[in-house]
């Protein structure tokens, strides 16, 4: 899902793009898409717009008449500018709202539908769609400490929780985590005074970071290649690489629909968390260090036949294969 500096990124962006311009005409091509009825998109047509902002992981669009489109992009919606008038994609394409200076397209790349847009009448209905999450970057160090002391969590459910904070999502939670150097399954209410200073100033940290780095890659163009997964990012969707500080393989944990990545030497002490269906499926066998997890693999290694060594080995150890020879018999 597109987090805090995507969503900074593609507000500021539309903004230089579509404020003062007319929306010439807005296209539908899902109906799953519109959840609102009053007023229509029709109702829009010829409206200027007059600004563009973020809320939490929202984009709003305001125009003429104090009106406002608010478009949610859940995990696999994305925009696009394109020409003036230019065609939606078959599969993917959701909506399209043309001006004079091009066309926005509403794309999603699943087929569960949770992309949305909502047309509503009146800034006081955007507070519907607010979940009342703390800006991170505004935000003092004893606010942020008490949000994150407000309920009792472990400290990763937290920072994604959008009723706790604003835009933060299970990327960047791994990138703060392994910055602060806290593990994803402390407890909230266990962080000293001097963890949360140290968890709230990664957070800004990584925040603003990624958002100076996207801003400097986009330009005066436009984000088209929004993703999760970034090669330069720490140990989000590293499993099995090298962690950028220490060298240790980064490890992860799959849990429900979501997974958290971290470097074990770095923020849990050497301790391997456990995946909860797997420790619960090997008990006693499950290892609880990485010094244990490395003997094991040692032993395996030991006892398979030579073709199975690589199969035992973390992805950045595995031998190569031999090239296969082209020479005809």
Not at 252 to 263: F, G, T
Not at 287 to 305: G, N, T, Y
Request: hydrophobic share 40%; with cysteine; aromatic share 6%.
């Amino acid at each position: 899902m597109p987090e805090l500096p995507d969503v900074t990124i593609y507000v500021e962006r539309l903004r230089a793009l579509t404020v003062g311009q007319p929306i010439e005409n807005i296209r539908i091509a899902s109906s799953f898409v519109l959840r609102t009825v009053s007023p229509s998109p029709r109702d829009l047509v010829g409206a200027r717009v007059v600004g563009v902002e973020r809320l939490g992981k929202r984009i709003v669009i305001g125009v003429d008449g104090d009106r406002w489109i608010v478009i949610h992009l859940m995990i696999a919606g994305r925009l696009r500018w394109k020409e003036r008038g230019a065609k939606m994609p078959g599969k993917v394409g959701l909506a399209a709202f043309d001006f004079p200076t091009g066309t926005l397209i509403f794309t999603e790349a699943s087929g569960k539908k949770r992309a949305s847009i909502h047309v509503v009448a009146g800034r006081e209905a955007l507070v519907d769609f607010d979940r009342g999450g703390l800006d991170v970057l505004g935000a003092s160090d004893a606010a942020f400490a008490a949000r994150m002391r407000s309920e009792r969590h472990t400290v990763k459910r937290s920072l994604t929780d959008p009723t706790l904070f604003d835009g933060i999502g299970n990327a960047y939670s791994d990138e703060i985590l392994h910055a602060a150097k806290l593990s994803p399954f402390r407890m909230t209410l266990a962080l000293t005074d001097e963890e949360l200073t140290r968890l709230h100033g990664a957070a800004k940290r990584i925040l603003v970071e990624w958002t100076d780095r996207f801003r400097a890659e986009v330009g005066d163009g436009f984000p088209d290649k929004v993703t999760a997964f970034r090669p330069e990012m720490a140990v989000h969707g590293k499993f099995g690489v090298p962690c950028p500080d220490c060298g240790t393989p980064v490890q992860r944990i799959v849990y429900a629909d979501n997974e958290a990545n971290y470097c074990a030497t770095c923020q849990t002490e050497g301790r391997l968390l456990a995946d909860r269906s797997l420790s619960r499926l090997l008990k006693e066998d499950w290892p609880r260090s990485l010094e244990e997890l490395e003997e094991r693999r040692a032993q395996r290694i030991k006892q398979a036949p030579a073709d199975e060594v690589g199969a035992a080995l973390p992805p950045q150890v595995a031998p190569k294969k031999p090239a296969r020879s082209r020479t005809r018999r």
